[in-house]
């Protein structure tokens, strides 16, 4: 995404643009000196992209974890974080964006999901993950956020029938990713049998 140009920023840390459609909000982040404990939290379920640079994030009961670009952080509503930009300057910004979607979007969006796509196993609905909040990105993952943000920020009269059909697509992507996230951990806490060894 582009950078903000300077007569944009109001502030070196978490300087912040916003799109806003029906259901979502595009927040854009840059910070431009390196800062510590930098408090943030959203009202609704948050999708976190690292776009550029490096953040260390404080989420209240997870321990500190380094957060770079190509990775994605999935938290839900009023979760507080704190954090750390130890790399951040004038002349090497970070950039990341949260957005945020409200809790009718992501409910009416698993209904959906569950009712007219049941898993083979009807007994394991579709459902995020608040165990599996920080992952790699797959290259699914990098090209819908990538269409969906482009949609966002466009001029096009249609851009909110379009990222609601994109926004489905990526929470099927996340929440695939979330499930094999949670067999990888589990296997490697295991650390035996026929599924740890493959």
């Known amino acids: 995404l582009p950078f903000s140009k300077e007569k944009e920023l109001s502030t070196l840390v978490e300087n912040r643009r916003a799109f806003t459609l029906d259901n979502f909000e595009l927040n854009i982040y840059e910070t431009y000196q390196a800062s510590s404990l930098v408090p943030l939290q959203f009202s609704d379920m948050v ?19 380094d957060y770079f670009p190509g990775e994605t952080i999935v938290l839900p509503a009023a979760k507080p974080m704190e954090i750390d930009f130890p790399e951040a300057a004038l002349q090497d910004p970070t ?5 945020v979607v409200s ?4 409910e009416q969006t698993l209904n959906y999901l569950n009712e007219s796509y049941p898993k083979e196993n009807k007994n394991i ?5 608040w ?10 993952i990098a090209s819908l956020t990538d269409r969906l943000f482009s949609t966002m920020i466009s001029t096009d009269p249609l851009k ?23 067999v990888a ?4 806490t295991k650390g035996s049998g026929l599924l740890a060894h493959i």
Do not use: Y
Request: hydrophobic share 45%; proline share 3%; with cysteine.
């Open 47 to 65: 999708i976190i992209n690292m776009l550029k640079g490096k953040k260390v994030m404080h989420v209240n009961d997870m321990p500190a974890f």
């Open 125 to 129: 609905p579709w459902n995020l993950s």
């Open 160 to 182: 909110d029938v379009l990222s609601d059909m994109l926004f489905k697509e990526l929470l099927v992507r996340i929440i695939q990713q979330q499930k094999l996230s949670t």
């Open 185 to 188: 951990t589990s296997t490697k």
């Open 103 to 106: 809790a009718d979007k992501i």
């Open 95 to 99: 950039q990341c964006t949260a957005l």
């Open 131 to 140: 165990e599996n909040v920080h992952f790699a990105n797959t290259s699914e």
